[in-house]
């Protein structure tokens, strides 16, 4: 089995499986509450120039403005519809554009600077990449993260580029693209940071100076549409109060106990475990070789920089968070595998062991988006609407994703409102939620089961009373409601 490994054929067969596997889960991918969340910021944006939200009015004030939003992938997005159509395949799309730009960076990278020697580390450079199941995931799903990923990919060439030629235009290119990963996420900022401390290390003081003033300066961007004091204190409000964020974020107490509970993130499930494993094991085993060949030293440092930093200020230990720092890992372990095989049988076969696991969980997590579709949604939605008898114009409660492609015939509140209200100790959810629904003039609630289940709804009847709403009965996988006043 470890000879095979050292096979380019098969290497390439397995970069086959991955391509396939990686190409099927577009077909008719789930649509998911991210990718109707930003697609709604990005509506508002393309029509008022600013953004504000009504799937979540009710929270923060975001009704009037959101300021808290990424603003470059929020920007991209209403460019797009604007250019395009309203869809969320054409969302999605950008983010397949990035991944394309990644790997094509990629390979300019490795060219440029000649990272490799031979056919085989291409090979398993791009197979680790393709079979990864959070970049597929992520890859067509309308956030934030690839464009951060690639954004920071971009930086780090330009700082390699930097610290080999000393020539100065290509550190503002590393800060510029530093500055726009921060632009789409303030996760960026790891990118500032990695790149930093390379410099520094490298003893680039030069460099170093003219990559941080770059990057601050393009960062700077993100406060354009912070015009006064009334605007501070509603962007102040509106991070303070995020529902994704908590107290934790916000000291130094905070961050430290994120960066000891980070590793959760690298273990969140199979997937994530056979990655970590598979890298501490390359890591560990060839740490000297890392540390005495320059541009082993360079990528690793720019990793383990972007990865402690990021530790300390992303929200939560989410998985989906690793892809930020994916490309170094792989070219890490692409550049050090044929050392692997060169060492003892029991270490080939433990790595071999580790490779497998790799590409089995890989998969296995991909193959499941399989299962996550949603066909037609749209049609779906349309029938929906017909069926209750809903008219243009009104206000209703619905599943976020209802913004497909809804979003410009109805007033749309999300059920995850009400939720927070309940989280927050403003309503009891089971015993409030038709009446406040009612106060606020929503004229139908389209529900699914498991907001029934957070109402302690069970098996209604048609023409059940609930409040001042009646029940209409299932219609798809949604439960209608219609306000009584409708019916006088």
Known sequence: MSKLFTNDKFLIALLLISIAV???????????????????????????????????????????RHLAYHRLHVWQGALVAKLFNWSAYTFKSILLFYFII??????LF???????????????FYLLTIAYAILIKLSFTYRPDIIVMVFGFLSFFMVFSAIKTEHLYNSIFAGIFAGLAVLTHLNGIIFIVAGSMVLLLSKKYRLFFYFSTTSFVVSLLYLIIIQDKADLLLYLL????????SEKDFSFFGSTLKLLSSYKSYFHKGSD????????????????LIFNDENLRIIFIYFISAAISLALLSPGAKSLYLVYNVPYVFLLIAILYKHMYEQSIVRQRIFT?????????????????????????????????????????DRIVAPIIFVFNEMENFTIQCFHVYRVMAGQKIIQLEKDFFNVASKDQRKFLVLTD??????????????????????????????????LSEDS
């Not at 509106?238 to 964020?245: E, T």
């Not at 062991?353 to 037609?376: A, D, R, Y």
């Open 450 to 483: 498991h907001h029934l289940r957070d109402l302690r709804v069970k098996n209604p009847k048609k023409g059940e009373h609930y409040g001042n709403y009646v029940y209409l009965g299932l219609h798809g996988p949604y439960h209608g409601f219609r306000h």
């Open 273 to 288: 475990a056979s990655y970590t494993l598979l890298f501490v094991l390359v890591f560990w085993t060839q740490r000297k």
């Open 22 to 64: 990686a190409l099927l889960t577009l077909w008719q991918r789930e649509i998911g509450t991210d990718d109707a969340w930003f697609a709604e910021q990005s509506y508002w944006f393309a029509q008022n120039g600013y953004v504000k939200s009504e799937l979540f009015r009710g929270m923060n004030q975001v009704e009037n």
């Open 102 to 107: 990644l790997l094509i960076s990629s390979y």
């Open 110 to 124: 490795i060219k440029t600077h000649k990272i490799f020697t031979e056919r085989s580390e291409y090979i398993l």
């Open 353 to 393: 062991v580790m490779l497998c696991l790799f590409f089995l969980t890989q998969w296995g997590e991909s193959i499941s988006l399989f299962n996550k579709k949603t066909p037609g949604l749209p049609a779906m939605h349309v029938n929906v609407v017909k069926t209750l008898g809903m008219q243009p114009g």
């Open 238 to 245: 509106q991070m303070k109060n995020n529902p994704a964020l």
